[in-house]
């Protein structure tokens, strides 16, 4: 089963956490700060492993009673907790899962661990109930706070945790694990690992994603014909944009990632280290229709329409304006 050696590219992390076991130093609380999908909760259920295991050594050994009671999810001791409520970590959750339980002592091991995935939902209350074990914890308990917003969690909750940030992995590390886990060809892997900025959870969703495809397919039949396009085109562009209105960051991210391939080979004429390799002579004649300034200023009308939608402004009049600059800065 996964171990240590299976955490990429967060080679600190694996470090520190590798350390205080093997020093037996191990914290009363740490949170694991990143963002959606980064793999904070696959770290977490590692050290978990590694915590219960009754073996000595650094990583879980997969063979004692605790490490098959937890990889069979049947551990008493290792608590997750959980919320009815979507949104919110209620004081009751808090209460019920980790104040009424984290006093009776561990079944098997010395330890019992309590993993809290979405810790920036807690309300203030909840946060309030669980500084109250974090100011007092028994020596056997260990709580794992995951979160992709630390700033949403109290400054006291925080000084009282060892606080471990997620990086992102580079992504020559994140396409050889695509190519290795998902069994995809070297172009496609490069290509997600792109889009996926170092997150390699989304990386492997973008992998597996039919839905990412045809968004990236029709986004780049877009970017051929822009140049060309009249009023009625572009509304019926803008109807089509509305289909990926969930997914509308990674339509942008594609649209994006075509202009720097363009601005990278309107700099060095150079076509080695493009995203859009395949595409290279539309790239080509994407770089020649637009100055550099104008290639600027449709990357910052990019950025613009990213944050507008992020505000809710009104979705189809942020696409008109953001294809028009395109337009407007294209050489027809």
């Keep these: 089963m996964a171990g240590f050696a299976d955490i990429i590219g967060?080679?600190?992390?694996?470090?520190?956490?590798?350390?205080?076991?093997?020093?037996?130093?191990?914290?009363?609380?740490y949170i694991i700060n990143g963002e959606?999908?980064?793999?904070?909760?696959?770290?977490?259920?590692?050290?978990?492993?590694?915590?219960?295991?009754?073996?000595?050594?650094?990583?879980?050994?997969?063979?004692c009673a605790s490490c098959k009671q937890t990889l069979a999810g049947t551990n008493p001791d290792l608590v997750f907790v959980t919320h009815e409520k979507p949104n919110v970590i209620s004081v009751d959750d808090i209460r019920e899962q980790v104040g009424g339980t984290i006093s009776v002592k561990p079944y098997s091991g010395g330890r019992r661990v309590y993993i809290i995935s979405e810790s920036e939902k807690m309300n203030s209350n909840a946060q309030n109930a669980l500084l109250k074990?974090?100011?007092?914890?028994?020596?056997?308990a260990v709580l794992i706070l995951l979160t992709d917003n630390l700033g949403a969690l109290l400054p006291t909750i925080q000084s009282r945790c060892v606080v471990l940030n997620m990086k992102p992995v580079s992504d020559s590390l994140v396409k050889e694990f695509l190519m290795k886990e998902v069994g995809i060809p070297d172009y496609r892997a490069e290509i997600c690992a792109a889009f996926a900025r170092g997150n390699i959870g989304k990386?492997?969703?973008?992998?597996?994603?039919?839905?990412?495809?045809?968004?990236k397919d029709d986004a780049i039949a877009m970017?051929?014909?822009?140049?060309?396009?009249?009023?009625?085109?572009?509304n019926q562009t803008i109807k089509q944009m509305n289909e990926y209105k969930l997914e509308?960051?990674?339509?942008?991210?594609?649209?994006?990632?075509?202009?720097?391939?363009?601005?990278?080979?309107?700099?060095?004429?150079?076509?080695?280290?493009?995203?859009f390799r395949d595409e290279f002579q539309n790239i080509k004649r994407t770089a020649s229709r637009s100055t550099y300034e104008g290639i600027e200023n449709i990357l910052s009308a990019l950025d613009n329409a990213k944050k507008r939608v992020a505000a809710n402004v009104n979705f189809d009049l942020?696409?008109?304006?953001?294809?028009?600059?395109i337009k407007e800065?294209?050489?027809?």
């Design 10 to 29: 967060q080679d600190k992390i694996v470090e520190h956490l590798k350390n205080v076991l093997a020093g037996d130093k191990v914290s009363h609380a």
């Design 36 to 63: 959606r999908y980064c793999g904070k909760e696959f770290i977490a259920k590692v050290f978990a492993r590694a915590l219960l295991c009754t073996e000595d050594g650094v990583d879980p050994c997969d063979e």
């Design 133 to 140: 074990t974090l100011e007092e914890p028994p020596e056997y």
């Design 203 to 215: 990386a492997k969703i973008l992998a597996r994603s039919e839905e990412f495809e045809k968004i």
């Design 223 to 234: 970017l051929k014909h822009i140049h060309e396009m009249d009023i009625s085109e572009l």
């Design 248 to 275: 509308i960051s990674d339509f942008l991210d594609i649209i994006a990632v075509w202009y720097r391939d363009a601005l990278l080979f309107k700099a060095t004429n150079d076509a080695n280290h493009l995203i």
């Design 318 to 325: 942020t696409m008109e304006l953001l294809l028009l600059s």
């Design 329 to 332: 800065n294209t050489d027809n």
